[in-house]
């Protein structure tokens, strides 16, 4: 499965995240996002996405927001913590999309994406409680995140 990864604000590309997508045996697209320019984050994001067709989009953080505000058709969302009230003009996602969220993350409320599955219509079921931390990076939320992608093969 060829997946889209969108690393967070000053993440590093080939973080822990998108290595254990490629070491569960999946092509990982993991482009370096600008800090900086949110506009140009999207560019780069989208460019990858036209050219690379990926099955799925993986957005962690700042690049929840980046996944939700680039044109990805039909193409399904995992979105890890998604900071789409800080970055972007997006307040919905689409049906296909899936969230996973601690209730401890101590930089993006959880109660942001309670509001943002409100805002969609989804059922409650799109978001996914996991892990003690913004990172996500601890086994459970990994494997979490590894099944969610799955769903979409």
């Not at 690049?63 to 307040?91: D, Y």
């Amino acid at each position: 499965m060829k997946i889209l990864f969108l690393h967070g604000w000053r993440s590093v590309v080939g973080g822990v995240k998108p290595t254990y997508l490629k070491d569960a045996g999946h092509e990982v697209i993991n482009p370096k996002l600008d800090d900086d320019d949110f506009d140009d984050a999207i560019k780069t994001a989208q460019a990858e996405y036209d050219q690379d067709q990926p099955d799925v989009i993986v957005g962690s953080s700042r690049g929840g927001a980046v996944a939700m505000n680039i044109e990805s058709n039909g193409t399904p969302l995992v979105l890890l913590c998604p900071a789409w009230r800080k970055w972007g003009t997006a307040t919905s996602i689409k049906s296909n999309t899936t969230i996973l969220h601690s209730r401890q993350d101590e930089v993006i409320p959880f109660a942001d994406s309670e509001e943002l599955v409100a805002n969609s219509g989804l059922p409650s079921s799109a978001l996914i409680e996991t892990g003690n931390d913004h990172g996500l990076a601890d086994p459970e939320p990994l494997q979490k995140m590894l099944e969610a992608v799955e769903v979409h093969q």
